[in-house]
């Protein structure tokens, strides 16, 4: 059974708008989030994280927002860029859980 | 460095034959995960080592499928024999401890005939 969900399969957002992408888990002893972007034929790459102690990180463009007791994480880029077009991967729990992802595209 | 190479980039066989994937993780990362990517999904761990030794394998499907690190630079998934719905690609990752992000290799797309 998926631990860690992306519901929404795919997005898509103009170019200089806020891309919202979301992730549930179903374990509350997960204590660590991360966030990973893949391009086609490349393996996924880091992107951010989040420890359970906080509720928010925010790195540039790129913020990642716990809610804890909702079990969701959601990650938000803004401005959004056409080179953010990829697939976005959460994953819990130093990595062990990942979700199915949510192919992004960036519309110019 | 190079970061974490796999080989080889693309494998096609026939149902029936073994296979085997090889990876070469970062130098000094102590920490190496194999996963499957599927559409249904997503990316499945499949096992994981710390310092050469196999911590979980649950995530392994079935007996076919086999793993191995004999040494710090170098690990191998080896599926015998192979079957068409083993068809995905393939990413080994590793990390300075289980705890710190994971950098992956550009994958093995496998695709049994």
């Known amino acids: 059974d998926q631990q860690v969900k992306q519901n929404s399969p795919s997005l898509s957002v103009q170019e200089g708008r806020i891309s919202i992408l979301n992730c549930d888990y179903t374990?509350?002893?997960?204590?660590?989030f991360l966030w990973y972007k893949k391009y086609p034929a490349e393996g996924p790459t880091f992107l951010i994280s989040?420890?359970?102690?906080?509720d928010k990180n925010e790195d540039g463009r790129f913020t990642v927002f716990l809610n804890k007791s909702a079990k969701h994480l959601s990650l938000h880029i803004v401005p959004s860029q056409p080179g953010d077009s990829a697939v976005y991967f959460c994953?819990?729990?130093?990595?062990?859980?990942f979700g199915t992802g949510t192919s992004l595209t960036v519309i110019p | 460095d190079a970061g974490v190479i796999q080989s080889p980039r693309h494998e096609v066989t026939e149902m029936g034959q073994e296979v085997t994937l090889r990876c070469k993780p970062i130098?000094?990362?102590?920490?190496l995960f194999w996963y499957r990517q599927t559409m249904m999904r997503g990316l499945e761990l499949l096992i994981y080592?710390?310092?050469?030794?196999?911590?979980?394998d649950s995530g392994m499907p079935e007996d076919r499928f086999s793993a191995k690190m004999p040494n710090a630079s170098f690990s191998t998934l080896k599926i015998q024999p192979s079957e068409p719905r083993d068809s995905a690609v393939y990413f080994c990752?590793?990390?300075?401890?289980?705890?710190?992000?994971?950098?992956f290799g550009q994958g093995t797309r496998l695709t049994v005939v």
């Open positions: 374990n509350s002893m997960f204590d660590y």
């Open positions: 990752a590793s990390s300075l401890g289980t705890g710190a992000e994971a950098f």
């Open positions: 080592f710390n310092n050469n030794v196999p911590i979980d």
């Open positions: 994953a819990a729990s130093n990595q062990f859980y």
């Open positions: 130098s000094g990362h102590n920490s």
């Open positions: 989040i420890s359970s102690i906080k």
